[in-house]
């Protein structure tokens, strides 16, 4: 699960190609680019030990609220940090702040990282799957249901990043090839622009390639 940080380095520029053909912004220099989420339990006290040692070492912490259909599933809190190098050295720094977490009294539930899609390095990796991030802007609570109908209508998953209340993010998560993952994703956003008045923004596609937990999210989403 990704809250979908302001700076996310995933991000795929829409520019009216209908062709499912990607444009991405900078490829080339974001291809070693990894991103950690390390999802994590606490109480208020534990919690607030991590965060102040998280913040020393520049990882932020992010809670994330889930729902399936229009049921609130669950928050999960979670490190968000973006480090560059290859998958051995991202997996040293995963190590390090696991330790973080786990002096400060925190449980670990599930290591998540993901990285651009066209990162070679993990081209030949088993188990990786393909997520989409979108964002919605909504109006009223006419037009989230209208949302939740979507979602469930094209097999997708709603959740919102706590400190981002104005935005919802529609989440698809399949183990398909590139291209036709993005045409996929590229259909809903026109399906949504075409009978519906509420604005996506922003498109994210990333690839996880270490999930040490998926059934985290099985009541949420699921490899399709």
Known sequence: ???????????????????????IMSASSLENWHEIHITFEADQKE?????????????????VKS?????????????????????????????????????NGGKILRT????????????????TYLESHIEVFLNDDVEENLLYDIAHKHNGYISKNINKEDVLML???????LHSFNRRIDNIIDYIAKYHSFKTGR?????????????LDAEWVNIT
């Not at 989440?171 to 090839?177: C, E, F, K, L, S």
């Not at 994210?204 to 040490?212: L, S, V, Y």
Request: a positive charge; hydrophobic letters at 35%; aromatic letters at 6%.
């Open 1 to 23: 699960m990704c809250g979908c940080c302001e700076d996310c380095m995933f991000e795929v520029i829409n520019n009216g190609i209908k062709t499912g053909e990607m444009h």
């Open 47 to 63: 919690m607030d030990a991590i965060t102040a040692a998280l913040k020393q070492i520049k990882v932020k912490v992010i809670s």
């Open 67 to 103: 729902y399936s259909a229009d049921k609130y599933l669950h928050t999960h809190t979670m490190t968000s940090v973006k480090i560059k190098g290859s998958c051995n050295s991202v997996l040293e720094n995963t190590r390090c702040i696991k330790k973080v977490i786990k002096n």
């Open 112 to 127: 998540k990282i993901e990285t651009t899609p066209w990162n070679a390095e993990i081209t030949n990796f088993k188990n």
């Open 171 to 177: 989440t698809i998560r399949q183990d398909i090839g």
């Open 203 to 215: 498109k994210i596609i990333e690839r996880t390639w270490h999930d040490d937990n998926r059934n």
